[in-house]
């Protein structure tokens, strides 16, 4: 699986948009693009994953650049419970031998 | 709720008890995982099963002994620690989009 270069540390303002990004350079066709977070002291709670398009859910957006060498993931309106440690893991979504690796991620503080 | 239960939430041992820690998943997934966090320290996978199958040990010292009894239950069987395996210990199970469900996790302490 590719690896993942997120900034270690991010901040943003209740209520304002949260732009998380993530570099994965060496991504191959075939692999998806995670997210994932955890807040402190619980499990790690998935996020959304995409390949190629961009995606939307309940939670956040997932904005993959054409060539898939970059990602960002946007919380649009961010809340003080959104303060949490945020993973994007690349891997392939079917088959193979699956040995995720989760980094040390972005740390987001969401301040009032 | 994510469907993956772990018990207990929280355990204090010394260094020669035995206890077990026990993850239960209500997803009709095939593989599970444990994985242990020291404070600070990114998540580090420790087993890997699959169909009940072990398919990954990533060197962990023998004195944690998982099983899988069925694709719905995980246990890690604990003797022996030291204090530096004082951690928060979470089980995950994953599903066919790849997608991993955590459990809260079991905060242990060693003594």
């Known amino acids: 699986d590719a690896k993942t270069t997120q900034p270690p540390s991010m901040d943003c303002a209740e209520g304002r948009a949260a732009n998380l990004p993530c570099n994965h350079s060496t991504i191959s066709g075939n692999e998806y693009v995670y997210w994932y977070r955890q807040i402190h002291s619980q499990g790690p709670q998935y996020i959304i994953h995409g390949l190629k398009n961009n995606e939307t859910n309940e939670m956040a957006s997932l904005i993959i650049t054409e060539d898939r060498k970059s990602s960002t993931l946007i919380l649009p309106h961010a809340t003080l419970r959104d303060t949490a440690v945020y993973y994007c893991i690349v891997r392939v979504a079917a088959g193979g031998s699956y040995i995720p690796t989760f980094g040390r991620g972005t740390s987001l503080i969401v301040h009032p | 709720e994510t469907g993956v239960t772990q018990t207990p939430r929280h355990l204090v041992m010394g260094m020669t008890n035995k206890k077990s820690l026990k993850c239960e998943q209500h997803?009709?997934?095939?593989?599970m995982y444990w994985y242990k966090q020291s404070a600070k320290k990114p998540l580090e996978l420790m087993f890997v099963?699959?169909?009940?199958?072990?398919?990954e040990n990533n060197s962990v010292p023998s004195r944690f002994s998982p099983e899988c009894p069925n694709s719905s239950h995980l246990f890690l069987h604990l003797h022996t620690l030291q204090p530096e395996d004082s951690a928060l210990y979470l089980c995950?199970?994953?599903?066919?989009?790849?997608?991993?469900?955590f459990g809260p996790g079991t905060r242990l302490l060693v003594l």
């Open positions: 997803l009709g997934h095939n593989a």
């Open positions: 099963y699959n169909f009940k199958e072990q398919t």
């Open positions: 995950a199970s994953r599903g066919d989009d790849e997608t991993q469900y």
